[in-house]
Structure formats: structure tokens, C-alpha cells
């Protein structure tokens, strides 16, 4: 469900109907570059299993410099420099060098959850799909979580929908617009059912 909002499905999966309207555009009807660049630009996603997600191979500076240059080339060296140091700082991971340099496997659960907020709010996206982000956490860091959610919709005045995903449990709190839940073989959003094969933001 979560991945299907951004236009992907499992192979041998295929999207039948429905609409994903986000800032006008229906993702479902987009291809090839005008696909790639909205996922990330437009929608972004972060999945349940950061330690999964993340390239185990690069380190930390490197995985958000290549968001950057993958989806906003036309930004100068120093606005990068600027929006990295103001993202790294909205989901409160430190921008020194020393941390930057680490790879994944060196950070905890908690930081590498931040490290994939900040890769999705990097590119300023109008909606971010959370896929279960805080089951592998501990409540504690599950609240400090959820807490620079909120921080970051508020400070960077968004319009945006943060569209967060659980199965059958509750999304502690309120970080973002709406819920989508799965409740039996049905899709609920907000509490109300909805055709698991149409989600329109």
C-alpha cells in the first residue's frame, strides 16, 4: 500500500485502477524521468526498517549530498551546504564531519530513523508516506521520533500532507494529516473505509 501511493508495486503486482493525485499530477499516469523525480521531489517515502533502507556501503554524507544531486541539480554547492545543514538540524542530527563519515551500521535505530526523515524532507516533497516508521523503536525514541515530525511541518510552513501507515495499530500521536490503516481485507483512512485501490491526497 505504502509503496503503491509513490507508483511502485512487487513484481508480478500490477496497479489496476485508482488515482495517487498529488499537486495535480497523478503519480500512477507518470513514466521514466517525470516519475523519478517526483518520487522524492513530490512524494517522498520512508519505510519501516531504516537499517534495511539504508546503503550500507556509503556513509551518511554521501547517501543525502546524492539526494540532492539526483533531484535538485539546479541548486547551488552552497545552497546544497545550506539545505543539508538546516534539515540535519530540523530532524536534530548534529552536521558535523565526524558523524557525517559514519556509515549506517554505526548509528543507532533512532538516527538512522532521523537520517531517512532527512533524506525525504531534504527535497521538501508535498507529501511524505511513513511505512510503520517507529516499530522497530523503542517507546522513547518512538515519541522523540514522532516529536521532530511535528517540529517539521510546523517550521518549515508546509501546506504538506504527512500521510503516516500502520496495520491494525494506532500511529502514537497526531505527526501529520491523516492516517491509513489496514483493517481486515478493507483500507481505512482516518477511521472511515475506503477502496484499498483508490488513494487520492
Given at each position: 500500500?505504502?509503496?503503491?501511493?509513490?507508483?511502485?508495486?512487487?513484481?508480478?503486482?500490477?496497479?489496476?485502477?485508482?488515482?495517487?493525485?498529488?499537486?495535480?499530477?497523478?503519480?500512477?499516469?507518470?513514466?521514466?524521468?517525470a516519475l523519478r523525480q517526483a518520487r522524492g521531489g513530490l512524494i517522498a517515502y520512508i519505510p519501516q526498517d531504516p537499517a534495511m533502507a539504508l546503503n550500507p556501503a556509503l556513509r551518511i554524507l554521501r547517501q543525502l549530498h546524492e539526494t540532492l544531486a539526483a533531484h535538485a541539480p539546479q541548486l547551488s554547492r552552497a545552497a546544497r551546504q545550506q539545505r543539508l545543514r538546516e534539515?540535519?538540524?530540523?530532524?536534530?542530527?548534529?552536521?558535523?564531519?565526524?558523524?557525517?563519515?559514519?556509515?549506517?551500521?554505526?548509528?543507532?535505530?533512532?538516527?538512522?530513523?532521523?537520517?531517512?526523515?532527512?533524506?525525504?524532507?531534504?527535497?521538501?516533497?508535498?507529501?511524505?508516506?511513513?511505512?510503520?516508521?517507529?516499530?522497530?523503536?523503542?517507546?522513547?525514541?518512538?515519541?522523540?521520533?514522532?516529536?521532530?515530525l511535528r517540529q517539521l511541518c510546523k517550521t518549515q510552513g508546509w501546506r504538506r500532507c504527512t500521510c503516516p501507515m500502520t496495520w491494525g495499530g494506532q500511529v502514537p500521536g497526531r505527526p501529520g494529516d491523516g492516517a491509513v490503516r489496514r483493517a481486515g481485507s478493507g483500507m481505512c483512512r482516518d477511521g472511515a473505509i475506503v477502496q484499498p485501490t483508490l488513494a487520492s491526497l
Open positions: 500500500m505504502a509503496t503503491a501511493l509513490l507508483g511502485h508495486v512487487r513484481k508480478g503486482a500490477q496497479l489496476t485502477g485508482g488515482r495517487v493525485i498529488v499537486a495535480g499530477s497523478d503519480l500512477l499516469t507518470l513514466k521514466g524521468e534539515t540535519l538540524e530540523q530532524v536534530g542530527l548534529p552536521d558535523d564531519q565526524g558523524f557525517l563519515k559514519r556509515f549506517a551500521h554505526q548509528l543507532s535505530g533512532g538516527q538512522q530513523q532521523r537520517v531517512l526523515l532527512a533524506l525525504a524532507f531534504l527535497l521538501r516533497p508535498q507529501v511524505v508516506v511513513l511505512d510503520e516508521p517507529t516499530t522497530a523503536l523503542d517507546v522513547a525514541t518512538q515519541a522523540r521520533f514522532l516529536a521532530s
